[in-house]
């Protein structure tokens, strides 16, 4: 018999939907009937493609007594943090309050106003490792909730005023001086053995690399930049970017017939992967890849976007699964003995000894992660084999895939295809990216609001939180980019001036959610960038830009104010500042503007190439006479011929003509 998520649009909930559970979806109802009946507030969120959520679901939420005392004892929660990041954001910032850590899945249990009296990740069924089973958390906390009340409530209510404390932040300034150094701590961090940061889990640093990638080329290109501190060599932040991309290009972490790439590598030689496909890895990494040069992986990653993320509505679905048939990585791994199945015996075992398949394996149960460590003499016959095992794996169970569309992944994935069509010269990639700019907008934008979150084409109820204004708007401007369509500048100009009159804060940055949003036990504000940028960071990347393609000094005013709030984790944790860096440098040299104006042709695609190459840049390539950018005002052809007008800082230098001076 299904339960109250039955009518969910969320495939998160609808997993729960036939648990014993008596789930109720987060909202006013579940409050109240927690107060009519006088008991605490179970609170359980998670998301779709996330396995431990998968394995507790399996031991705990279907087993029929773990659920009968849960309904007994508690008004159960279940939210899809990719749904409501608001609250996610609250309650993960009290368990790792609480435990010094966070994760999915996150289970809190809640006082009738909101406030968190315990927190946890992961509780086995069984007690396991020094770690107490569900059931005993349960009735242990039960057994508090009835026994000691009044200590519960006035340890809620303690926890929940702590968590409402929030002031302004630093405020400071991002100097070069500031970014030499991040340059500096990112490398007394990174692997020299392995590349990438830091030791195992070991996440693709997509937004630490284009930093790396915009400060090389500034200080290749400026030289010295201060006294205090010497700029670190050019080649520091380059060989950081250069050795970490192939690393996770030739990994495991990489599907090497398949193309894209995994959520995170649990091991620090990117050799295993958890296997779950995120759409906004993906869409970060596909750009970058194509602007360091590696086109078979932009191009291979993309396909896979295109392939198995693209909805019928034309957007981009949030997640592959880990999991297939309950099995973790079991639609990725393979065996010597079934590369020879899938390709008989001599292409089989040139596979295993190409991909390093093993007889003992390199994941579980003899099985293997594909790498490709070192590209073989015949890449003919790797692509050959490369297509029939794609093939042969199709006749798999496929994961199972999260369908929903999140406004702000779908943005990333907009800016990533842009920049991948347009350095690659694959118009079906800007094509795929405009389909989803248009989905967003006839679809997620409702009555001039913007809402977080559809599926099948049907929008959800929630409204976007800053993210999602940041990461569309910033897509909607690289479509311009990648398009000249001037439509896309007006659509991120809506967003940006909702997102200014109703997320900032009285410091010049922004609050997570709206001024009229739903009122949490405390208003979300996340600076640091994560797996995908904050909210924060990507609100001033967007600004920045459209300040650079119309001129607005109030739209470069907000976004020079945001980024001075967040100075201080800039400063302080690079590796997880990495977009709110990259959008300094920009920031720093201005960013910089790139027109190029001519008949489309030969000469014009050639400076236009060149300026695409430039990492961080604002690029325009229109033909002559358009003037509906105020970017484009003034701009026109020299002597008949293609050219290019280059702009830092409100300065521009004179129009050229010759590809070798725009280089």
């Known amino acids: 018999m299904a339960n109250r998520l039955a009518s969910a649009t969320s495939p998160y909930l609808l997993q729960h939907a036939e648990n014993p559970v008596d789930w109720w979806e987060w909202g006013p109802e579940a409050f109240a009937e927690a107060t009519r009946r006088d008991t605490p507030i179970l609170l359980s969120v998670g998301y779709a493609a996330c396995h431990w959520c998968h394995v507790m679901a399996h031991e705990s939420f279907e087993d029929e007594i773990t659920a009968a005392y849960m309904n007994e004892h508690f008004v159960n929660i279940k939210v899809d943090r990719e749904e409501r990041p608001d609250v996610d954001a609250v309650y993960m910032s009290a368990t790792q309050a609480m435990t010094g850590h966070g994760g999915w899945p996150m289970t809190c249990i809640l006082d009738h106003d909101g406030n968190p009296f315990f927190a946890g990740t992961y509780f086995p069924d069984e007690p396991r490792h020094g770690s107490a089973s569900f059931m005993q958390v349960l009735d242990a906390l039960v057994d508090a909730w009835v026994n000691r009340a009044d200590d519960v409530r006035r340890a809620a209510a303690e926890i929940g005023d702590h968590l409402k404390v929030q002031g302004d932040l630093d405020t400071g300034l991002i100097t070069a001086e500031t970014l030499d150094q991040a340059v500096r701590a990112l490398a007394s961090e990174f692997d020299g053995q392995h590349a990438g940061f830091g030791g195992a889990p070991k996440f693709p640093p997509g937004m630490v690399l284009e930093f790396l990638l915009r400060h090389d080329r500034r200080v290749a290109s400026t030289g010295a930049t201060g006294e205090a501190i010497a700029p670190a060599e050019p080649s520091v932040a380059k060989r950081m970017v250069d050795a970490t991309c ?45 602007r360091v040069g590696a086109h078979r992986i932009a191009r291979e990653t993309a396909d896979f976007m295109l392939r198995e993320l693209r909805t019928p509505e034309g957007g981009f679905a949030s997640a592959l699964d880990a999991d297939s048939e ?142 999602d204004f940041g990461c569309v708007a910033s897509g909607f401007l690289s479509l311009l980019q990648a398009t000249a369509d001037a439509v896309w500048l007006e659509r991120a100009r809506v967003l940006l001036d909702d997102a200014l009159a109703r997320f900032r804060a ?26 995908s940028p904050s909210g924060q960071s990507a609100m001033v990347h967007a600004l920045a830009t459209y300040a650079a393609l119309t001129g607005s000094g109030a739209h470069r005013t907000a976004a020079e104010q945001a980024l001075a709030t967040m100075a201080r984790v800039a400063e302080r944790a690079p590796r997880f500042a990495g977009w709110v860096l990259a959008a300094a440098e920009s ?35 229109v033909e002559p006479g358009r003037e509906d950018i105020p970017l484009l005002v003034g701009r026109d052809e020299v002597d008949g011929e293609p050219a290019a007008y280059v702009c830092r800082n409100l300065v521009c230098e004179r129009p050229v003509t010759d590809p070798a001076r725009l280089r």
Not at 263 to 272: I, Q
Not at 589 to 599: D, F, S
């Open 246 to 290: 192939v690393a996770m290009a030739r990994g495991g972490i990489y599907d090497q017939i398949g193309g894209g790439f995994a959520r995170y590598s649990v091991d620090a030689g990117w050799v295993v992967p958890h296997f779950e496909k995120m759409l906004y890895d993906n869409a970060q990494l596909v750009g970058l890849y194509a």
């Open 587 to 621: 920031m720093l040299e201005g960013p910089e503007e790139i027109v190029v104006v001519g008949q489309r042709g030969e000469a014009r695609d050639r400076l236009e190439a060149l300026a695409r190459q430039r990492h961080g840049a604002v690029v325009l390539a």
């Open 506 to 531: 009285d410091d010049g940055g922004f609050h997570d959610t709206a001024s009229d949003a739903e009122q949490l036990i405390t208003r979300p504000r996340d600076i640091s960038d994560n797996a």
């Open 326 to 467: 309950g099995v973790e990585g079991k639609f990725y791994a393979w065996t010597p003995a079934q590369l020879i199945d899938a390709l008989g015996g001599d292409d089989g075992v040139w596979a295993a000894e190409v991909f390093t398949v093993t007889e003992t394996g390199t994941f579980e149960h003899g099985s293997s992660t594909l790498q490709l460590l070192s590209d073989p003499d015949d890449l003919g016959r790797l692509e050959s084999v490369k297509q029939r095992l794609l093939e042969a794996r199709a006749t798999r169970v496929r994961p199972e895939l999260d369908d929903k569309v999140v406004a702000a992944w779908n943005g990333l994935a907009i800016t990533g295809l842009c920049d991948a069509g347009t350095l690659l010269g694959e118009p079906s990639y800007v094509e795929a990216a405009v389909a989803a700019g248009e989905l967003l907008w006839d679809l997620h934008v409702v009555d001039g609001r913007l809402r977080r979150v559809s599926r099948g084409g049907v929008v959800g109820r929630h409204d976007a939180v800053l993210e």
